[in-house]
Nanobody, 120 residues
Framework: VQLQASGGGLVQAGDSLRLSCAVSGRTFGRYHMGWFRQAPGKEREFVAAIRRSGGNTYYADSVKGRFTISGDNAKNTMYLQMNSLKFEDTAVYYC??????????????WGQGTLVTVSS
């Protein structure tokens, strides 16, 4: 499985941004798909995920109601729509896939990160 994230950039607080993750192969339905982020000086944290069976979505409390994760099987692409961005959303965002059981951790395939910078 290969993943490539894109779409990061510099935005102002309150703006929106959509991240994309191009995924090789037929991963939707076979892997949990997720987004994680790592802010400067902090550990990487879970942001959002789609369960491989059923397509249920999960969000960190800090982004619930502002971020939306989705996938397009036909385009082999996963998205993270980020609205009402806050300064504390500044981080490198990573897309990932998991063949394991957990939705929010223990992912085994990772893309390179894309930097999101939110100015206050």
């Amino acid at each position: 499985v290969q993943l490539q994230a894109s779409g990061g950039g510099l935005v102002q607080a309150g703006d929106s941004l959509r991240l994309s993750c191009a995924v090789s192969g037929r991963t939707f339905g076979r892997y949990h798909m997720g987004w994680f982020r790592q802010a400067p000086g902090k550990e990487r944290e879970f942001v959002a995920a789609i369960r491989r069976s059923g397509g249920n979505t999960y969000y960190a409390d800090s982004v619930k109601g502002r971020f939306t994760i989705s996938g397009d099987n036909a385009k082999n692409t996963m998205y993270l729509q980020m609205n009402s961005l806050k300064f504390e959303d500044t981080a490198v965002y990573y897309c990932a896939a998991s063949s394991r059981g957990s939705i929010t951790y223990d992912y085994d395939y990772w893309g390179q990160g894309t930097l999101v910078t939110v100015s206050s």
